[in-house]
Structures are given as structure tokens and as C-alpha cells.
């Protein structure tokens, strides 16, 4: 194979993503300082690509700047790491804004940065076998709730771009993610997992018209009514002894911290964000409020989650595909709903893939592919 340009770019674009998850995953303070001088090179780098931004990515960085510029003073009254978060997610939205500009570099980026991931985590549990919750102290100071949690981003950020730019489910990875968070125990994780999984494969199903979609549906439709029928006491058995679903859907310690920082919040809070004293986030969590929101708004604020609520619904005015939407739509909700229980975004090196998500899906819009380019990697 002749090495080119491209398959250089691809190359670099994939080293840049491994070490952003290896830099979060492993929260090694020099790591995380390598990647951060990583990135500001990009920027720096590349200053000249904002100036081919459109109005729409124009617009939401300037709010985004403006918004944590405004409220920065009177966060750093409140904590000394406010200016390196105001850092982080300006930062991490530049970097996110170069990369996507070659969507096929970080569609490749993306998929090996995940495989790569995939990989490591099989290869431990080839090591550590699946017994006693291996994932729970595979990483120092990062739980199976954290481990999964970053494998939920990096999945529904990959199937998003695949299906953007070529129309193509994920189902390997996505099944492969789902083994994954079951093995992981946690309830989102495995919720979630299993929400990408069955997004992927309606959308495959889907671009399936002919004769052959039509047998798969029968055919995965009868092997679900089958599994039902003969396999549903074992199938309760093992999630009630093998995942936190069995003991229910609720969580009462994060319920109890987010009512908690809720009963701190008054008029002037709201808007500048609360403290942790006197919550259980201070007394029993280490300061992890265990909710990338909260998280988001003890640090900047209303006005930050507000803005950064703008990125997803301006895409809302961009003429997209239906499919595109729906399908994009979902992974985001999805994302969303696992950063709910898990301090993974907001702000943090990994809103890489947040803004990631948005400049994809802003920039310019490929020609519709044919209908039978279906692939399930």
C-alpha cells in the first residue's frame, strides 16, 4: 500500500484522539498536560480554518467564548480551577472544529481510536477473566461506571459519523460496546449500550427494502419471540445477578445528590451556580456529583448548560436528511442520558466529541449514497 497523504492525516487524527482518551481514562496528570499541548498546537496550527467556519459555527463559538468569558470572574471567586475549565472547553472546541473539517480523517480517527479501546478493554478481561467485577479496578481512580461511560462516547460519536457520511449501521461495535457495559455491571451503561445497538440495527433494517430486509426482520423478529419464550427466566436471572438493573432503575444516591444541590440553589445561584457544601456530594462523594450538569452548572452556571443546549438545536434549522436527523438525534439523547449519572462531559477534555458531534453534522453535507452500501462494523 502506497502510504499517502491521507492515510497520513488519518494516522495523525487517530494519535490525537487515543491520546485524549488515554489522557481521560487514566487521568495522569502529565498525560493529560501532553494532550493539552497537543491540542493548542492543532488550534494554533490551524488558526486559519476558522475563517472558513460557516455563520451557524460561527455564531454558537462565539456564544459558547462569550458566555464562559462573562461568567468566569465569578466562577473563579468560587474555585481556583475555573480559569483551566474555561481553558478545556474553548480549547476542546477548537480542536474539535479543526478536525471536522476532514470528516473522512475523523470518521477513520474515531473508529480505530474505538477499536483501539475495544481491544485493550478484551484484552484484560482476558487476563483478569469476568468474575468479580473486573472493570470496577481496572483503572485507578476510574470505576466500571467511568470506563463504560467513555465507551458509550466514543461509540454513539462513531456510529453517528459512519451513518453521516456513509449511511452505514455500526452493529460490531456497537454489540461489541454492549458486551462491554454488561460485563461493566452499571444500569446506564448497559441501558444505553443497548439503546446504540437497537438504533444501529433499525437503521440497517431500514435501507433493507428488498426481499432480504424483509427475511431479516422475520428472522430477527422470531429469534427475539423465541428467546421469550424459552430462554426468559434465565435472561431475568442473569441481569438481576449480573447488572444493578435487577435491584431497579432508580438510584437513590444520585437521586439524593441531585436533590441535595437542587435545595442549594436560590435566585442568584441559579445563575452563577451552587457550592457542595453542606451536600453529600462534599460528605460522601469527594466532590463528584456523579451528573455531568450539575457538574456543568456548580462550575458556570445557567447560562453555560443553556449555551451549550444551543449547539444541538441549531442543527435543528440546518436542512438535514430526516435520517440523518433521527439517527444523529438519538445517539445525542442517548449520550445525554448517560452523562445524567456520570461527570463524563461538561467541562471536560472529552467535550472533544460533544462539539465534535456538532461541527460534523454543521459543515458541508455529503451527496446521498446508494442504498445498498450497508455495512456493519
Aim: aromatic fraction near 12%; proline fraction near 3%; charged fraction near 15%.
Amino acid at each position: 500500500m502506497i502510504f499517502t497523504t491521507a492515510h497520513a492525516k488519518h494516522l495523525a487524527y487517530t494519535a490525537f484522539l487515543m491520546l485524549l482518551v488515554a489522557a481521560f481514562a487514566l487521568r495522569i496528570e502529565w498525560l493529560v498536560g501532553l494532550y493539552l499541548g497537543v491540542a493548542l498546537c492543532v488550534v494554533l496550527r490551524n488558526a486559519h480554518m476558522f475563517r472558513l467556519a460557516n455563520n451557524v459555527e460561527r455564531y454558537m463559538m462565539l456564544l459558547l467564548l462569550c458566555t464562559l468569558t462573562l461568567m468566569l470572574p465569578l466562577s473563579t471567586m468560587r474555585s481556583w480551577t475555573a480559569p483551566m475549565h474555561y481553558g478545556i472547553s474553548l480549547l476542546s472546541m477548537g480542536a474539535a472544529f479543526v478536525l471536522s473539517r476532514d470528516k473522512d480523517a475523523l470518521l477513520a480517527a474515531c473508529k480505530y481510536s474505538l477499536l483501539a479501546a475495544l481491544a485493550a478493554l478484551f484484552a484484560a478481561l482476558v487476563v483478569t477473566g469476568l468474575s468479580d467485577f473486573p472493570l470496577e479496578n481496572l483503572i485507578p481512580d476510574s470505576s466500571s461506571n467511568g470506563i463504560t461511560s467513555y465507551l458509550i462516547v466514543l461509540q454513539a460519536t462513531y456510529s453517528t459519523l459512519k451513518f453521516l457520511r456513509h449511511r452505514q449501521a455500526s452493529l460490531v461495535t456497537a454489540s461489541l460496546t454492549l458486551f462491554v457495559c454488561i460485563i461493566g455491571y452499571g444500569r446506564g451503561s448497559i441501558l444505553a449500550s443497548t439503546a446504540i445497538l437497537a438504533v444501529n440495527l433499525l437503521s440497517y433494517l431500514s435501507w433493507r427494502r428488498d426481499l432480504r430486509g424483509l427475511r431479516s426482520i422475520v428472522l430477527g423478529l422470531g429469534a427475539v419471540f423465541l428467546v421469550s419464550i424459552y430462554f426468559a427466566d434465565d435472561i431475568v436471572d442473569f441481569v438481576e445477578s449480573n447488572t444493578k438493573i435487577g435491584s431497579g432503575l432508580v438510584d437513590e444516591p444520585r437521586q439524593r445528590i441531585l436533590t441535595d444541590y437542587m435545595n442549594k440553589i436560590n435566585w442568584a445561584s441559579a445563575l452563577t451556580g451552587a457550592d457542595y457544601e453542606g451536600t453529600s456530594i462534599e460528605s460522601d462523594f469527594n466532590g463528584n456529583p456523579h451528573n455531568s450538569f450539575v457538574r456543568a452548572h456548580h462550575i458556570f452556571g445557567a447560562l453555560y448548560l443553556l449555551s451549550l443546549a444551543a449547539f444541538p438545536l441549531a442543527l435543528l434549522r440546518r436542512r438535514l436528511p430526516s435520517s440523518v436527523k433521527a439517527f444523529s438525534g438519538s445517539m445525542l439523547l442517548i449520550v445525554l442520558f448517560r452523562c445524567a449519572t456520570e461527570p463524563v462531559l461538561f467541562p471536560t477534555i472529552f467535550d472533544f466529541y460533544f462539539f465534535a458531534f456538532f461541527f460534523a453534522l454543521s459543515g458541508k453535507f455529503l451527496p446521498h449514497p446508494p442504498r445498498n452500501r450497508i455495512a456493519s462494523s
